[in-house]
Every structure is written in C-alpha cells, then in structure tokens.
C-alpha cells in the first residue's frame, strides 16, 4: 500500500512538473518573439531616419487601424407630401456651398428630392428641380374625373387617384434610370404590403422605387415590383436616420418637411382622428431613434415650419415654402459651417408670390418692410448680413412702420414681394375628398 501511493505521488508530481516546463516554454517564446518585434521595428525605424515612435509595437499599430473609422456624411430626407418644396429650399443652399454627401437617404417625397438631388448634386442640377415644382399644379398629380368627392374613398378600388401624372413628372425629371448610376449612392424606402415591414431599394429601375415610397396609403395604389406590392415608405420610416447610422454615417444632415414634434390639432370628425393618429405613429419613430443616439453620430437637423398648407394636394403656396427652405437652410449652413464653400454663398433672387395666393392669415398684420428685414431682402436678393438670428424662426414682429414702399398699396401690402418667414395657422387635416 505504501509503495503504491509513492507511485501515485510521484505520477501527480511529475506531471504537474512537465505542465509547468511546457508553461515556462510557451511564455519564453512569446517574449523572444516579442523582443524580435520591437528589436525590427526599431531597426526600421532607424533605417528610415525616424527616431520617433521606436518604443512603437508593429502589430499594435495595425490593430489600431483595424478600429479606426472613417468619416462619412450622410443626408436623410424625409417625407411630407406638398411640404417637400421646403427641401428644395434646403438643397438650393446646400448646393450653393458645395455641400457633397456620401450617401442620401429619402422616404416618401423625400425619396422623390433624394433620388433628384443624387442624379446632379450641383446648383444647376437643384435649380431644374426647382423649376419642375415651381410650374407643379393639382391637375397635374391629381386628376379630378367627372364625378369626384368623399364617396370615392368608399369605393372598391386600390386608390383615389392614379399614379400616372406623378410618374410622367418623375421620369422627366430623373436623368438616370437605375439607382445604382446615381452620382451619390441613394436609397429609397417603401413600406410591404406583405409584411407589414420596410424594403430599401439601392439598385433597380429609379422610378418605380421612387413611385413605391411615395405612394400615399388610399391616395395613390401600390406599386407592384418583383411581384410584391409597396406603398408609402413614410408609413414605416418617415425620417429614415437609423438606415444611415446602420451604414456607419458619422454625420447626418436631416431635411424635415415639418417640426420633429407632432402636435395633433383639435379634431371634429373621425377621418380627423384617424389621421391624427397616423402622424403621431409616423412621429414616433424619429422620436425614438434621436433620443437613442450612439456618442460618434452627430445629427444636423434642418426643420420645416409648421402649417403653411391646407391639404395633400395644395401647390400655391410652393415658391413660399421654397423661401422658407432656403431661410432654415442658410442658418443651420452658417451655424454648423456644412460644404467646401465659406458661408455667405453668392446671392441667388428669393422668390417671390403674389399675396392673394398666400394663406389669410400669413397677410395679415405684416408689412413688406418688417418681412424683408426678417428675410434678409434686399433688392430681391437674400443679405447674408441681415440673415435672421438664430432662434428667430417662430414669427416676425412688425416695427411699426407704416405703410410699404413707394409703389405699393397705401396699407403696406403690394401685389408681390418676396417671402419670408409669417406665424402660419395650424394645419387642420381636412376631410378626404374635399
């Protein structure tokens, strides 16, 4: 018994002995090897005539490449139906300072913006988009028939209206035909009608992507691709910032059609209520997504006004919101320094609107001198050094001075005069049809 358990003892020990041999040999080869690391990175050194950094691991500094990352500017439209012509404002001086984005990212009308501003990313190439909604009419996008009133949204039909007036405006203006030969990379998104979830589209025949994520629920009808049906992409993802974060954006220069809160308006009929209630889903999203962001991202954000529309298909007030567009953009250009080229850009003419064309209440109380000065109008051309001050978006506070410009009407008021900024009345969705 005794010699047996000194012949356990000494098998125990002596494997632990050959563990720890096999131990001391593996860490002696590692510091050797070590050492001949750091011993050819400072030859190289020195062959190179760089004294600096010899202390300097090869294999760390690689590994720290790995992990270094690259910057990357991304520009997320959203959508907002008519309001999109407040990001053809943005765009104008966007382009006008040489700002280039990486990629572009577009939801609804945005997609429409995204997808035209991708093709010519230039001043010339925002200036044809401009003049394509500048000459835009209801008749134009929405056909009225014979018979046309609340009653059709009862029918048994895919939609109200028929995309082919949109489609007509949207191949003319897109010089390209597939996505992938867009001059910036731009996707698109569009909402299954299979599932229920999102579908970007980033190669493929550009209208049909385009007419997708534009296709307004009941509005227009679903757009069939690859056998599958899509409509509005806004219904899934309105502001589509997180698609930009996922594909490793470190900047984010976000044009909203409207302020980033929701505030529902009072509500006397259901379709009210129901559409009240898809805004604030729509909302909801971006909501969430801002208040999540990772540390690295940083999100610019260009905001549209709120109201300054009655309804989905309302085009009068374009070359306003143009104005309005172009009021913001300029602001955030000047704050956060955006483009190659130094901010004030060279001057471009503001348009103008006659004033029976604008809201009742955006005449009201304002003089044509308080409002070029809230503009920064001089002569028909936006001032850089009367550009607004920053938190100056909400309203404009009329000086009193009475009476407009020579020429004009005795109350100040003249037939046309460029726009600026006015305390709009809060939209009030109106009941389909009407």
């Given at each position: 018994m005794t010699l047996a358990a000194s012949s356990t003892v000494f098998t125990v020990m002596f494997t632990l002995f050959v563990v720890a041999v096999v131990i001391l040999i593996v860490l002696t080869m590692r510091f050797l090897i070590g050492q001949a690391r750091r011993s050819k990175a400072e030859w190289l050194a020195e062959q190179a005539g760089d004294t600096e950094g010899v202390e300097a691991d090869e294999v760390n500094e690689e590994e720290e490449d790995e992990y270094e990352e690259e910057e990357m500017t991304a520009l997320v439209l959203a959508g907002g139906s008519t309001r999109g012509a407040i990001q053809i404002g943005m765009l104008q001086v966007l382009a006008?300072?040489?700002?280039?984005?990486?990629?572009?990212?577009?939801?609804?009308?945005?997609?429409?913006?995204?997808?035209?501003?991708?093709?010519?990313?230039?001043?010339?190439?925002?200036?044809?988009?401009?003049?394509?909604?500048?000459?835009?009419?209801?008749?134009?996008?929405?056909?009225?028939?014979?018979?046309?009133?609340?009653?059709?949204?009862?029918?048994?039909?895919?939609?109200?209206?028929?995309?082919?007036?949109?489609?007509?405006?949207?191949?003319?203006?897109?010089?390209?035909?597939?996505?992938?030969?867009?001059?910036?990379?731009?996707?698109?998104?569009?909402?299954?009608m299979t599932d229920g979830g999102e579908r970007w589209f980033t190669y493929g025949p550009a209208v049909e992507a385009v007419l997708a994520s534009a296709a307004m629920p009941a509005i227009f009808p679903p757009v069939e691709i690859d056998g599958e049906r899509y409509i509005d992409g806004g219904v899934v993802d309105n502001v589509p910032l997180q698609r930009a974060i996922d594909a490793g954006a470190t900047r984010i220069v976000v044009l909203?059609?409207?302020?980033?809160?929701?505030?529902?308006?009072?509500?006397?009929?259901?379709?009210?209520?129901?559409?009240?209630?898809?805004?604030?889903?729509?909302?909801?999203?971006?909501?969430?997504e801002m208040s999540h962001l990772p540390e690295h991202v940083e999100v610019i954000l260009c905001i549209g006004p709120e109201g300054t529309t009655r309804d989905f298909d309302d085009f009068s007030t374009t070359e306003h919101l143009i104005a309005l567009g172009r009021a913001e953009a300029s602001e955030v250009v000047r704050r956060y320094a955006l483009g190659t080229i130094a901010y004030p850009a060279p001057p471009m003419p503001v348009p103008t609107v006659p004033i029976d064309v604008l809201p009742e209440d955006d005449r009201r109380g304002t003089d044509r001198r308080a409002i070029d000065r809230r503009a920064g109008v001089v002569d028909g051309r936006t001032s850089p050094e009367q550009a607004s001050e920053p938190g100056q978006t909400s309203g404009v506070e009329s000086d009193g001075d009475p009476g407009g410009e020579p020429g004009g009407d005795p109350d100040g008021e003249s037939s046309t005069w460029p726009v600026a900024w006015t305390e709009p009345e809060p939209v009030i969705h109106p009941d389909p049809g009407t």
């Amino acid at each position: 018994m005794t010699l047996a358990a000194s012949s356990t003892v000494f098998t125990v020990m002596f494997t632990l002995f050959v563990v720890a041999v096999v131990i001391l040999i593996v860490l002696t080869m590692r510091f050797l090897i070590g050492q001949a690391r750091r011993s050819k990175a400072e030859w190289l050194a020195e062959q190179a005539g760089d004294t600096e950094g010899v202390e300097a691991d090869e294999v760390n500094e690689e590994e720290e490449d790995e992990y270094e990352e690259e910057e990357m500017t991304a520009l997320v439209l959203a959508g907002g139906s008519t309001r999109g012509a407040i990001q053809i404002g943005m765009l104008q001086v966007l382009a006008e300072h040489g700002f280039m984005p990486d990629r572009v990212y577009g939801s609804s009308v945005g997609a429409i913006n995204g997808v035209g501003f991708a093709a010519d990313p230039t001043r010339e190439g925002v200036e044809q988009m401009t003049q394509m909604w500048l000459g835009l009419r209801r008749e134009d996008i929405y056909p009225q028939g014979r018979l046309h009133g609340p009653w059709l949204y009862l029918q048994q039909r895919d939609s109200v209206f028929s995309n082919s007036g949109l489609r007509s405006i949207i191949e003319r203006g897109f010089p390209y035909e597939r996505l992938e030969e867009a001059v910036i990379p731009v996707e698109v998104v569009a909402t299954s009608m299979t599932d229920g979830g999102e579908r970007w589209f980033t190669y493929g025949p550009a209208v049909e992507a385009v007419l997708a994520s534009a296709a307004m629920p009941a509005i227009f009808p679903p757009v069939e691709i690859d056998g599958e049906r899509y409509i509005d992409g806004g219904v899934v993802d309105n502001v589509p910032l997180q698609r930009a974060i996922d594909a490793g954006a470190t900047r984010i220069v976000v044009l909203l059609c409207s302020p980033p809160v929701f505030h529902p308006p009072v509500t006397k009929r259901p379709v009210e209520v129901m559409i009240n209630a898809l805004f604030i889903a729509i909302h909801a999203r971006f909501v969430r997504e801002m208040s999540h962001l990772p540390e690295h991202v940083e999100v610019i954000l260009c905001i549209g006004p709120e109201g300054t529309t009655r309804d989905f298909d309302d085009f009068s007030t374009t070359e306003h919101l143009i104005a309005l567009g172009r009021a913001e953009a300029s602001e955030v250009v000047r704050r956060y320094a955006l483009g190659t080229i130094a901010y004030p850009a060279p001057p471009m003419p503001v348009p103008t609107v006659p004033i029976d064309v604008l809201p009742e209440d955006d005449r009201r109380g304002t003089d044509r001198r308080a409002i070029d000065r809230r503009a920064g109008v001089v002569d028909g051309r936006t001032s850089p050094e009367q550009a607004s001050e920053p938190g100056q978006t909400s309203g404009v506070e009329s000086d009193g001075d009475p009476g407009g410009e020579p020429g004009g009407d005795p109350d100040g008021e003249s037939s046309t005069w460029p726009v600026a900024w006015t305390e709009p009345e809060p939209v009030i969705h109106p009941d389909p049809g009407t």
